[in-house]
T-cell receptor
């Protein structure tokens, strides 16, 4: 039973445009949601997180939106740059998981020049 | 400030053998978590160590065991290797429980292949 789902295995976006990566979850008890970025042959790198009491968090080109009623979050990257090409993972944690991260399967983002 | 380092980077073992993977946590971090990432999937939590004690375990059998040392480095041991154990094993460190909120620092992983 996948508690965190990323339904798009890949996404292709033109350089300079907005990239929107989506994530759905089933457990309403999650308290925190995180996005990680992973390049080949490297470990995941933390990008941005959001608490369940907020609906938006912004850090430079990255903004995460949380819609608790829909159990949905999204990561917006504006503007998209070639270096953003990577696999993006959504992860969640909460009391039920003893605050360990539950991960989605990832979305491969390709930025086209 | 050094990051998380894992060794070895690649490993090939035979079914039934035992393997030990090593991890040095980031300077100042006292918590280490281990994850298994199969191809095309997200990481799966194996267990976490805090101040040398196991502090949480995922849905993995007892043949997956670990240790944390006084310098906060850690080992993951897997006994009686099975073909399905082939995966990327990731180590992540944090200061206390902050990783769940502010993000963990990950190593580059050990790619284990069981044949």
């Amino acid at each position: 039973d996948q508690q965190v789902k990323q339904n798009s295995p890949s996404l292709s976006v033109q350089e300079g445009r907005i990239s929107i990566l989506n994530c759905d979850y089933t457990n309403s008890m999650f308290d925190y949601f995180l996005w990680y970025k992973k390049y080949p042959a490297e470990g995941p790198t933390f990008l941005i997180s959001i608490s369940s009491i907020k609906d938006k968090n912004e850090d430079g080109r990255f903004t995460v939106f949380l819609n608790k009623s829909a159990k949905h979050l999204s990561l917006h990257i504006v503007p998209s740059q070639p270096g953003d090409s990577a696999v993006y993972f959504c992860a969640a944690s909460g009391f039920d998981s003893n605050y360990q991260l539950i991960w989605g399967a990832g979305t491969k983002l390709i930025i086209k020049p | 400030e050094t990051g998380v380092t894992q060794s070895p980077t690649h490993l090939i073992k035979t079914r039934g053998q035992q393997v030990t993977l090593r991890c040095s946590s980031q300077s100042g971090h006292n918590t280490v978590s281990w994850y298994q990432q199969a191809l095309g999937q997200g990481p799966q939590f194996i267990f976490q160590y805090y101040r040398e004690e196991e502090n949480g375990r995922g849905n993995f059998p007892p043949r997956f065991s670990g240790l944390q040392f006084p310098n906060y480095s850690s080992e993951l041991n897997v006994n009686a290797l099975e073909l399905d154990d082939s995966a990327l094993y990731l180590c992540a460190s944090s200061l206390g429980g902050q990783g769940a909120v502010y993000g963990y620092t990950f190593g580059s992983g050990t790619r284990l292949t069981v044949v």
